[in-house]
């Protein structure tokens, strides 16, 4: 099973600054299999990047991934007060299990 | 546009059984692979089981393994978990998904999550 690490727990900034998170996998991660996901309270998840670095339809330029092998990043640019949620990693590359990263809150500084 | 609407969710004694089940619509559905994905409170997304479109290859976590069955109805466009053996640790919302790529560009059992319905809660408790 790839376990799923995400840095920080929790990430206070200021709108309009830039959010970097990251999700590191206690193995690799073959063919970027990495999706990242938003979560706002009371709300489901919904798919931000694809294939690590693919943003999924809909999304805004904003959100951009990166990385490959067992280091990942997500960046968020010119953060909007919509932005401020849990964001969590997913790996599809070994399944079963597929595998979350245990989330990252970015909140209001 | 993608609508998923679970349903079934509630309280339920541990020990005991429930089914949950999940309305599909604006999409083709017998071309994607579809799954459920659980958040216990306040805690973070864990996934549950899995099954591909046509084929219904299925696929589960360790932890729910041979407690609960996911099947899928292409007639009715319809997804379902059937879990039994009930524990407290299987209180969570639980969330239908439905994969991004359709059956052609998806590698079975390698799921990632493109649209979600607004999820179902149970909750296992005496």
């Known amino acids: 099973e790839i376990v799923l690490t995400q840095s920080p727990g929790t990430l206070s900034l200021s709108p309009g600054e830039t959010a970097t998170l990251s999700c590191r996998a206690s193995q690799s991660v073959s063919g970027n299999s990495l999706a990242w996901y938003q979560q706002r309270p009371g709300q489901p998840p919904r798919l931000l990047i694809y294939d690590a670095s693919r943003r999924a339809p809909g999304i805004p330029d904003r959100f951009s991934g990166s990385g490959s092998g067992t280091d990942f990043t997500l960046t968020i640019s010119r953060l909007e007060p919509e932005d401020f949620a849990v964001y969590y990693c997913q790996q599809y590359d070994s399944s079963p299990p597929l595998t979350f990263g245990g989330g990252t809150k970015v909140e209001i500084k | 546009e993608v609508h998923l609407l679970e349903s079934g969710g509630g309280l339920v004694q541990p020990g005991g059984s429930l089914i949950l089940s999940c309305a599909a619509s604006g999409f083709t559905f017998n071309n994607y692979a579809m799954n459920w994905v659980r958040q216990a409170p306040g805690e973070g997304l864990e996934w549950v089981s899995g099954i591909s479109g046509r084929s219904g290859r299925t696929f589960y976590a360790d932890s729910v393994k041979g407690r609960f069955t996911i099947s899928r109805d292409n007639s009715k466009n319809t997804l379902s978990l059937q879990m039994n053996s009930l524990r407290a640790d299987d209180t969570a919302i639980y969330y239908c998904?439905?994969?991004?790529?359709?059956?052609?560009?998806?590698?079975?059992?390698?799921?990632?999550?493109?649209?979600w319905g607004q999820g179902t809660l149970v909750t296992v408790s005496s």
């Open positions: 998904a439905k994969v991004l790529t359709s059956v052609t560009a998806t590698i079975a059992g390698k799921y990632f999550f493109g649209s």
